[in-house]
C-alpha cells in the first residue's frame, strides 16, 4: 500500500502562494496610501485656494499693472509709492499740488516738473 503524502499539491501551493501574497499586499497597501495622500493634498490645496478670494466678492474689475506715469490733479485718489520717493515724502495730492501745480507729471525714471 502507498504512503499517504504529507503534502498534498493544494498544500504546497498555498504556502507558497501566501509568502507572494504577504509581499504583494504590502506594497499594493504601500501604493494606495501613496495615491491617497496625494489626492488629499490636492483636495485641500484646492480648498485653500478657494478661500484665499472668498472675501472680496464684491470688487469686480481687472487690476491695474505698474503705475510709471501719474498726474496730479482733483481726481487723483493715491499718491503712487515713487512719486512719493520723488518728492522727497511729500505723501498727499494737497501737499504735492501746492508745490509742483495741478496738472504736474510724473515720470517714473524722468526728472521732477518744475516746482511753482
Known amino acids: 500500500m502507498a ?12 504556502a507558497a502562494m501566501e509568502k507572494v501574497m ?3 499586499s504590502a506594497q499594493i497597501a504601500r501604493a494606495l496610501a501613496e495615491v491617497a495622500a496625494r489626492q488629499i493634498d490636492a483636495d485641500i490645496s484646492k480648498a485653500l485656494a478657494g478661500r484665499k478670494g472668498a472675501g472680496k466678492r464684491g470688487r469686480g474689475g481687472r487690476r491695474a499693472g ?9 481726481r487723483a485718489r493715491r499718491v503712487p509709492t515713487f512719486v512719493i520717493e520723488m518728492t ?18 510724473f515720470e517714473q525714471g524722468k526728472a521732477l516738473p518744475k516746482a511753482r
Open 22 to 24: 504577504r509581499r504583494a
Open 88 to 105: 522727497g515724502g511729500l505723501d498727499t495730492k494737497k501737499k504735492i499740488v501746492a508745490r509742483y501745480g495741478e496738472g504736474a507729471v
Open 66 to 74: 505698474a503705475i510709471t506715469r501719474w498726474v496730479a490733479d482733483r
Open 3 to 14: 504512503r499517504p503524502a504529507r503534502n498534498s499539491v493544494d498544500e504546497i501551493i498555498r
